[in-house]
């Protein structure tokens, strides 16, 4: 069965600091990648996604994340965070029948400024 | 466009109590999702949607919950009796039929079983 484990729970971190989130799948046919995040008080809303071709993907507010097969994971990054960065972000993949999403249990990032 | 909307945006209920929420998926979108986010878990898939017809139920935990899609536009999802394990989020989806991976959620029922 599809699984998607995010290691990091909760980060914290200065304005203007980098970013790397980890995110591990475990999932054995065609590979299709999702980072979402929810801001205090909004929807969940997709980041980014990645379904084929370039593995290093561009997502919305300057974030990227770059899917390494031989390490079955899609990390999530940023160069430098602002406070309006601070939200949870969850890691997904598809299940076998497309549709359900399998996500990992969330990082909640903070941001000071 | 309107976004994906759920109601209430929060209920709190007594353990054995009925409670009833609503999804209204974007306008056109056929695929509807349910999941639900138990208090330092991750989101986990209930059930969906294709249409009226449901396409996958595997992830619904026992048969006090009760999802209906009556003439394929909104959805409710019943719990009766509710318990106290019950208690936590529950987010609605919808997409496009051939586009079933980008999903758009909404913003969830925040449920607390008493």
Known sequence: AQSVSQHNHHVILSEAASLELGCNYSYGGTVNLFWYVQYPGQHLQLLLKYFSGDPLVKGIKGFEAEFIKSKFSFNLRKPSVQWSDTAEYFCAVPGSTLGRLYFGRGTQLTVWP | ?114
């Open chain 2, 1 to 114: 466009e309107a976004g994906v909307t759920q109601f209430p945006s929060h209920s709190v209920i007594e353990k054995g109590q009925t409670v009833t929420l609503r999804c209204d998926p974007i306008s056109g979108h056929d695929n509807l999702y349910w999941y639900r986010r138990v208090m330092g878990k991750e989101i986990k898939f209930l059930l969906h949607f294709v249409k009226e017809s449901k396409q996958d139920e595997s992830g619904m935990p026992n048969n006090r919950f009760l999802a209906e899609r009556t003439g394929g536009t909104y959805s409710t999802l019943k719990v009766q009796p509710a318990e106290l394990e019950d208690s936590g989020v529950y987010f609605c989806a919808s997409s496009q039929v051939g586009a079933g991976l980008s999903q758009y959620f909404g913003p969830g029922t925040r449920l607390t079983v008493l």
